[in-house]
């Protein structure tokens, strides 16, 4: 069974460009949530999705958005980047929305804002 | 919102020596505290989680602790070996359609020989 898969795996954009970053819950999964991990930190909750609907935002300007597809897919975008968007953004599943089950993290994307 | 607090931020460990990393929550209404493991560059994997209807659970020389009353939950590696070096997350949950994890700061774990 492939796990949660991310791309792509490193992205350096300009200040003031937009990126939209891309996940592939594992199979079955039909919960995905994205974090923010900046250096030396823990993962930041940015968004949670189920059943293609928003459940969960975090603390996080409406710069950043995020949909889920038909298929449990989904993209993460973030416009008018700043310096300090520059982090490992990591993306989660889980097999449902409600219950407490485990998260399965992907392998991230790197970004780097420059 | 949930606020979890992760101490120490360094651990620093002889090979066999026993590891405690130390968390608490403030949210009541948490009841899901998974520990995650990260290597440098690599995605968090869960090592060991425990729900508030147990105190305690433990899986080889791994074990986590649970104090629902004074709202902390603990780490135990026994027997540590140079491969449990690495950063690990506790975080916390709570039920519901959004149910968000909340990291703390990470403990870096350094087991030398």
């Known amino acids: 069974d492939a796990g949660v898969t991310q791309s792509p795996t490193h992205l350096i954009k300009t200040r003031g460009q937009q990126v939209t970053l891309r996940c592939s819950p594992i199979s079955g999964h039909k919960s995905v949530s994205w974090y923010q991990q900046v250096l030396g930190q823990g993962p930041q909750f940015i968004f949670q999705y189920y059943e293609k609907e928003e459940r969960g935002r975090g603390n996080f300007p409406d710069r950043f958005s995020a949909r889920q597809f038909p298929n449990y897919s989904s993209e993460l975008n973030v416009n008018a980047l700043l310096l300090g968007d520059s982090a490992l953004y990591l993306c989660?599943?889980?097999?449902?929305?409600?219950?407490?089950?485990?998260?399965?993290f992907g392998q991230g994307t790197r970004l780097t804002v420059v | 919102g949930e606020n979890v607090e992760q101490h120490p931020s360094t651990l620093s460990v002889q090979e066999g020596d026993s590891a405690v990393i130390k968390c608490t929550y403030s949210d009541s209404a948490s009841n899901y505290f998974p520990w995650y493991k990260q290597e440098l560059g690599k995605r968090p994997q869960l090592i060991i989680d425990i729900r508030s209807n147990v105190g305690e659970k433990k899986d080889q020389r791994i074990a986590v602790t649970l104090n629902k009353t004074a709202k902390h939950f603990s780490l135990h590696i026994t027997e540590t070996q140079p491969e449990d070096s690495a950063v690990y997350f506790c975080a916390a949950s709570t039920a519901g359609t959004a149910s968000k994890l909340t990291f703390g700061t990470g403990t870096r774990l350094q087991v030398t020989l």
């Open positions: 989660a599943s889980r097999p449902r929305g409600v219950l407490n089950t485990e998260a399965f």
